[in-house]
């Protein structure tokens, strides 16, 4: 029998692959869940400028979209880099009322990735950092990030995660958001987004829950 249920479809602008490999795999774990209210189609499309994405589209086609990246480093270059991309996403509502929605990682993506199987909640000094936890909860020996982020190592760590996993790791995050707020970390706001300027922090969990959520799958 034809599938009857109804199809939501999100939209992201994300930084790298492994952002864009992650959201398509979440895709299919959600619509292979016999549990789920509705399907999923989830459109991610690499693109670190905001602006770029959102003066090639409308809103009629693309009301809502998510922007996915990370903050890097307090480094002026990075600060610069991440407060420039929110301004862009601010100019989308502006001009275009594309409603633009950041899910951040401070420092980076492999933070997301570390909480579907750890706590992370210590502060870490450069993002390279990551490597070793990535190792002990994927069982490999990558030899750095990059090597990590190759093709076929990055959706050999996927295989290994479920969507169990992926609520775990909605779990953490909400932890260490709750943690920050207790210990009063330093809360940023730029251009109506907020962000904490120390890691760990991020806000990528929320993009991921209301998905899981909508389709009832959490």
């Known amino acids: 029998m034809p599938d009857m249920r109804e199809t939501l479809k999100y939209t992201f602008t994300v930084e790298g692959e492994t952002e864009q490999w992650y959201l398509l795999w979440l895709r299919d774990q959600i619509n292979a869940c016999p549990d789920r209210d509705k399907n999923i189609s989830i459109v991610p499309k690499v693109q670190q400028s905001p602006a770029k994405f959102y003066k090639s589209t409308s809103r009629k086609v693309t009301p809502v979209v998510t922007h996915i990246c990370d903050v890097e480093s307090n480094e002026p270059v990075h600060a610069s880099k991440f407060q420039t991309i929110l301004s862009e996403m601010k100019d989308a509502q502006t001009n275009k009322r594309i409603d633009y929605h950041l899910g951040y990682s401070n420092f980076s993506f492999e933070l ?107």
């Open 112 to 218: 997301w990735m570390v909480l579907h199987k750890k706590d992370c909640n210590g502060p870490l000094s450069h993002r390279s950092q990551y490597l070793l936890p990535i190792n002990q909860i994927f069982g490999e020996n990558f030899e750095d990030l990059d090597h990590y982020k190759a093709h076929d190592a990055f959706h050999r760590c996927l295989a290994k995660l479920t969507l169990d996993d992926v609520k775990a790791a909605i779990r953490r995050a909400e932890t260490i958001t709750r943690n920050n707020e207790r210990d009063g970390k330093t809360l940023l706001q730029h251009k109506g987004y907020k962000y904490y300027r120390d890691n760990p922090a991020l806000s990528i969990n929320e993009a991921v829950k209301q998905m899981l959520a909508e389709c009832g799958v959490l």
